[in-house]
């Protein structure tokens, strides 16, 4: 009887070890997600807030495309008038510098 109750005690400390290692595991992995998590949602906080000013400076670059495409539509009847009329058109302002 003491052999089973000796042998039912060792086991169950073996087991107690065995599962207080595998809890530091736990612990120790749940951790890491835990910072795995943080640094990427940091990442995709930086990358959106990239995208917001990627976006910016396109609707900026677009704006300019957009107004040098108006000015090169205006030169170009300017330059159409001037060749039916044989008279030199006016030309539009064109600001100096460009934005």
């Given amino acids: 009887m003491l052999r089973i109750l000796t042998g039912a005690i060792v086991v169950a400390i073996i087991a107690g070890l ?12 749940t951790a890491l997600q835990q910072q795995q998590i943080s640094d990427l949602q940091h990442q995709l906080s930086r990358v959106q807030q990239d995208n917001s000013d990627l976006r910016a400076k396109l609707a900026t670059v677009q704006e ?13 009847e300017a330059i159409a008038k001037s060749r039916v009329t044989g008279k030199a058109a006016e030309m539009p302002a064109l600001p100096y510098p460009p934005k």
């Fill in 64 to 76: 300019e495309e957009d107004r040098l495409a108006a000015e090169n539509n205006a030169l170009n």
């Fill in 18 to 29: 065995i599962g207080w290692q595998w809890s530091i595991k736990q612990r120790a992995a």
